[in-house]
């Protein structure tokens, strides 16, 4: 009897882990949306020789685009981050990039130089989901911008096989300029003075 439970349970242990999520799943308007899994490029510009100074070359990595087709619909973005076999949560940081004419760059060639949030108690608001998943939320909210979320715990030496999932924060109306955007020209609000 017992060796048939075990076979059972070699049986059905590969399908159970089969059935469990895995990846990053992001909250838009209520519902878990998949991101799109992104991909540096990445471009060696040569130093300048000044004198008899040669400067260093400059790597810079980047994504094409101006904006990532991944909206975030709040400043606080939520993640669903469901962790396969070796990873750990520590290891998935948000960071900010560059946004320039046609693409988003990196600002710092290797990562650990760039500013990030690493997803601890102390950035975010983490909730166990299940078996393997986590639901994290920043503590503050992030400004306007191009983000990319990323496991650090990937072989970032080639940073063109590295996994990112890229988002933007868009710029979110305040109460208060909606309210003041509906005000007729001219009109003041009490407590205002008008010069006419």
């Not at 882990?17 to 209520?30: E, F, I, K, N």
């Not at 904006?67 to 520590?90: H, K, M």
């Not at 290797?110 to 108690?121: G, H, S």
């Amino acid at each position: 009897m017992k060796r048939i439970h075990t076979l059972i349970w070699l049986i059905t242990w590969p399908l159970w882990t089969l059935a469990q999520p895995t990846g990053v799943r992001m909250l838009v308007g209520g519902n878990a949306v998949a991101p799109k899994v992104d991909h540096f490029l990445s471009e060696t510009k040569p130093g300048w020789k000044i004198v008899d100074i040669q400067l260093k070359d400059k790597t810079c990595h980047y994504l094409w685009g101006r904006q990532s087709n991944q909206l975030a619909d709040d400043p606080q973005p939520t993640f669903d981050i469901y962790l396969s076999e070796g990873q750990t949560l520590v290891n998935y940081r948000i960071v900010r990039l560059k946004q320039k004419k046609q693409y988003r760059q990196l600002p710092k060639p290797r990562l650990a130089d760039n500013d990030y949030l690493e997803c601890t108690p102390a950035h975010f608001q983490i909730k166990p989901i299940g078996e393997t998943g986590f639901r994290c939320t920043p503590l503050q909210p992030l400004s306007p911008g191009e983000y990319i979320l990323i496991d650090a715990g990937q072989d970032l030496s080639d940073m063109q096989k590295v996994e990112v999932f890229a988002f933007t924060v868009a710029n979110q109306p305040t109460p208060s300029s909606a309210k003041s955007s509906r005000r007729v020209p001219g009109q003041a609000e009490a407590g205002e003075y008008s010069s006419q």
